[in-house]
């Protein structure tokens, strides 16, 4: 997985710190532990009742799920930074089976205690009962076969699929989190950040600048991603054209071997998920059709975090491809 630069890397840890600043006063969650004395609890406070049960409406249909749940385990990344964003550090989570680790756009603290159950799409049910949650999050694009096995362990919420659509899951997420006013706040946050770098890009006279994006999957080929993906749609909100073959509603296509041409752009941005040998990075960026890109005889084309720009789909991530964007555009 490429690494960012330590520049990066402390420009995301300010990023994480404005933005938890800026959702804070709209965070609810359980009462604080009564006080103690010398260890001891004091019998004088009373239990904080618990919050009411929640109806959400998922894409299986309406579940009733515990009013601000402390118990969460997110099944793929879409929820992953839809509950750390909304302050809740999920007891388990599922990760892509290509995946090594947890996304290092979250700080190791952050992610620390968050216990592993298995590969996204086929998560180790009995990993996820032992965590005793109170909550479920993921999609039906991965778990809508075992539903019925994971509604039997705890609520389960579910969106449609991931995505295109990330910012209707994370109202969902939301909602299912007891954590509604945080999210406004959130999102009224990335809205003016997307405006800012709009103006910036613009200011600059870089708005024009087509950026193509492209990823390598082992068993997948090489991929283009169109407007109708999680990064088209943050480079669209930066206002960024798109190379005419991307400039599609579609999340992604195939890229030929012999149509590499097509990838071409005025800043190249790639990735890979997994293996990159396994995937035939390597083999493709040394192949002649690549070197031949104006994007890469330009020294304009970049490797970036696949699991920040292509599997990170919430606000948090949307934040620092903005950021990213702004920086390798040269605005």
Known sequence: ????ARRTQL??????????????????????????????????????????QVTVTAATGPVLVPGAPMRVVVLDTDALDSALTLGITPVGAAL???????????????????????????????????????LLLSNQTRDGDRYEQLREIAPTVLSQTTGAPWKAD????????????????????YQKHAG?????????????????????????GVRMFGRQSFPGIVLA????????????????????????ARADG????????????????????ASPGWQALGAVRAHRAFPVDDQLWFQGMGYTAANFVLDELQRLLGA
């Open 1 to 4: 997985m490429h690494r960012t």
């Open 266 to 285: 005025d800043l190249l941005l790639y990735a890979t998920y997994g293996d990159p040998a396994a995937a035939g990075t390597a083999a493709v960026l």
């Open 170 to 189: 994370f109202q969902l997420h939301a909602q299912a989190l007891s954590r509604e006013a945080a999210a406004a706040a959130f999102v009224a946050a």
């Open 11 to 52: 420009t995301r840890r300010a990023l994480l710190t404005g933005l938890g600043a800026a959702a804070l006063a709209g965070c609810t969650g359980r009462h604080p532990a009564a006080p103690t004395t010398d260890g001891v609890e004091t019998a004088a406070q009373p239990s904080p009742a618990p919050l009411p």
């Open 96 to 134: 892509p089976a290509g995946d090594t680790g947890f996304p290092d756009y979250w700080p190791a603290s952050r992610v620390a205690g968050i216990r592993l159950v298995g590969p996204a799409g086929a998560p180790d049910l009995a990993a996820v009962r032992a965590l005793r949650p109170d």
């Open 196 to 220: 800012q770098v709009a103006q910036a890009l613009s200011a600059a006279k870089l708005s024009g600048r087509k950026v193509s994006l492209v990823r390598f999957t082992a068993g997948g």
């Open 237 to 260: 909100d930066a206002g960024v054209a798109r190379p005419d073959a991307q400039n599609t509603d579609q999340s992604d296509v195939e890229l030929p071997l012999d149509q590499l």
